[in-house]
Nanobody, 123 residues
Framework: QVQLVESGGGLVQPGGSLRLSCAASGFTLDYYAIGWFRQAPGKEREGVSCISASDSSTAYAESVKGRFTISRDNAKNTVYLQMNSLKPEDTAVYYC????????????????WGQGTQVTVSS
C-alpha cells in the first residue's frame, strides 16, 4: 500500500523554526518529485515547494522563498521541509505529495497525498 506520512508539525512562536518530514512506504521515493502543500482555514490549498527526483532541483512559492528549504534523503525514503523565520500566516495543515511545477514556478500535486500535519505559528 502506497503511503506518505507527514510529521514534525506543532505550535511555534513567530520567528521560530520547525522541520517537517514526509516518509514514504509502499514505494521508493527515488523516482518521484515530492513536494509540500498547505491549506489554511477558509483558503485554497497552496503549493509550497517541490524537489525533483533526478537532480534535486527545487521550486518554491514566493511567500516562502529564503525561509523554507526542501531536501530529500533517498536512503531514508524521506523528504524534509525546514521552515525558518515562521510567521503567523504560515499557519496551516501541511501535506506532502508527488508533485511537479510549471515554468512560472507554481507547484502542483497529484496522485499520492499524505494526511497532513498541523503547523501553528502564534505567540
Amino acid at each position: 500500500q502506497v503511503q506518505l506520512v507527514e510529521s514534525g508539525g506543532g505550535l511555534v512562536q513567530p520567528g521560530g523554526s520547525l522541520r517537517l518530514s514526509c516518509a514514504a512506504s509502499g514505494f521508493t521515493l527515488d523516482y518521484y518529485a515530492i513536494g509540500w502543500f498547505r491549506q489554511a482555514p477558509g483558503k485554497e490549498r497552496e503549493g509550497v515547494s517541490c524537489i525533483s527526483a533526478s537532480d534535486s532541483s527545487t521550486a518554491y512559492a514566493e511567500s516562502v522563498k529564503g525561509r523554507f528549504t526542501i531536501s530529500r534523503d533517498n536512503a531514508k525514503n524521506t523528504v524534509y521541509l525546514q521552515m525558518n523565520s515562521l510567521k503567523p500566516e504560515d499557519t496551516a495543515v501541511y501535506y506532502c505529495a508527488t508533485c511537479s511545477w510549471s515554468a512560472t514556478g507554481k507547484v502542483y500535486g497529484y496522485d499520492y497525498w499524505g494526511q497532513g500535519t498541523q503547523v501553528t505559528v502564534s505567540s
